[in-house]
């Protein structure tokens, strides 16, 4: 089985604190809607106005513990998604969050401890788990992806996966 989508990735990135909840992410008032791609305005819009202003497909987001806690609503992985986003990388996940992401199609990886700056050009390895911030020279190492997810993120979320291998096994 072949990986279609990139497994490394190079950008700024955009880093934020700990417990981002979905409302944070994306707030409820603009979920209502099936443009999937006008969530794209509005994300992060309560925690920093001028994200959707500066972020360019490809960035790389940094958060810190509890990243996507609150609701289980799948809008808030799409909307980052759809707002150029490539990867979020974060200390830990809300598990609904991580499962989201995954199933539509977002990277998403674990990393511990670290003092990644905003600003700072990141160069990840999805499938190592390693992620290295080239502005401050320093190399780190992710919780690592099962396979079956690379796969999943392969064929662009779950969905798609499912459709292509019917008789999938885990």
């Known amino acids: 089985m072949s990986v279609t989508i990139a497994t490394k990735f190079r950008s700024k990135c955009h880093v934020y604190g700990d417990h981002i909840d979905t409302d944070r992410i994306i707030p409820g008032k ?18 920093d106005p001028n994200f959707k202003n500066i972020v360019k ?9 509890n990243f996507g806690c609150g609701s289980s609503r799948e809008q808030a992985p799409l909307a980052l998604k759809k707002s ?17 992401a995954i199933n539509i199609g977002l990277p998403v990886l674990e990393l511990g401890a670290h003092d990644i ?15 290295k911030d080239l502005t401050a020279s320093k190399i ?5 992806l099962p396979n079956i997810m690379i796969h999943i993120l392969g064929e662009g979320g779950l969905v798609n996966y499912l459709k292509k291998h019917k008789n999938y096994s885990l």
């Open 140 to 144: 780190y190492t992710a919780t690592k």
């Open 84 to 100: 150029g986003i490539a990867v979020v990388i974060a200390q830990d996940f809300a598990r609904i969050f991580f499962r989201n």
């Open 117 to 131: 700056q905003k600003g700072s050009e990141l160069e990840i390895d999805l499938k190592e788990g390693i992620v």
């Open 57 to 65: 497909v490809g960035d790389i987001l940094v958060a810190g513990t």
């Open 30 to 47: 603009y979920t209502k809607t099936l443009d999937l791609s006008s969530l794209a305005a509005h994300v992060l819009e309560d925690l």
